[in-house]
């Protein structure tokens, strides 16, 4: 006797369905008396390696079967409960290895670039454990070296990018100065893609760095240092005389301090 078999063999509609899934508390055994929240935050301990198509480091991240679910989840559950799931994904629970504060601060972050209706003490705690967890190779070469860098690009393209920069500054002004690196490379990643490419738009902005430098502000000054050696690592044919109205405010002065990042 035939029976009919519906099979969801798209790699998508599984990831939405089992998102529903939680969302919705249709588990396997029944309804759960737990929160969304406790079933979420295990699921975002389960780490394995990262897909070496997307980066040139592969390190412990969430595995991928949870990865996109999570971000769904997030996006999907009831505004009351997306402080509580972020939270969930961010916190590593008991015995968890070594990697998992920065796999979950990564997995965290991608959630929250989606955007979904976050409160402002969270969004700044997530951000703020992906700027403590910057390391190694962080920041350096293009935003494909890590998977951190990959989540840091995505938090930048939404509402959270001054808040990232911020929590990046912490850091690249709590840590010695040989510890520096990681979250100064990041800063100038961020912060350059949103330099001007052509020449008059570069010097457009110059003008509108040294102006707003004249306050004399140091993490001002970090950042604008840490984007201009970003373009001027990018840039080819660069001269330095278009970098003439920055000569005389505080970034002259701030480029001791950013000469490790």
Not at 248 to 260: D, H, I, M, R
Request: proline fraction near 6%; glycine fraction near 8%.
């Amino acid at each position: 006797q035939w029976h009919l078999v519906y099979e969801f063999r798209h790699l998508t509609v599984q990831e939405y369905l089992a998102a529903r899934a939680l969302v919705d508390r249709c588990l396997p055994g029944g309804p759960s008396s737990r929160s969304l929240a406790e079933d979420v935050a295990p699921l975002a301990g389960q780490l394995g390696e990262g897909d070496s198509s997307e980066v040139d480091e592969i390190e412990k991240v969430v595995v991928e079967s949870w990865r996109e679910p999570l971000r769904l989840v997030t996006a999907l559950c009831r505004p009351g409960e997306v402080d509580g799931v972020l939270r969930a994904i961010l916190t590593p629970l008991p015995e968890e290895p070594p990697e998992s504060p920065r796999a979950r601060a990564i997995q965290a972050t991608l959630c929250l670039a989606d955007e979904p209706n976050a409160g402002e003490e969270t969004g700044r705690q997530i951000v703020g454990a992906l700027a403590a967890a910057t390391e190694g190779k962080d920041g350096r070469g293009n935003w494909d070296r890590t998977a951190l860098t990959l989540a840091a690009k995505e938090i930048a393209s939404s509402r959270w990018r001054a808040a990232t920069v911020q929590a990046l500054l912490d850091q690249y002004f709590e840590r010695p100065a040989e510890f520096r690196e990681p979250a100064g490379g990041m800063i100038g990643l961020i912060q350059a893609d949103q330099v001007p490419s052509d020449d008059a738009g570069f010097s457009a902005w110059v003008v509108d760095q040294a102006r707003a430098l004249e306050d004399g502000d140091d993490r001002q000054a970090a950042a604008t240092a840490l984007a201009v050696k970003r373009v001027v690592f990018r840039k080819s044919n660069f001269s330095t005389s278009a970098l003439a109205p920055l000569a005389n405010n505080s970034l002259t002065s701030s480029q001791a301090a950013c000469g490790s990042a």
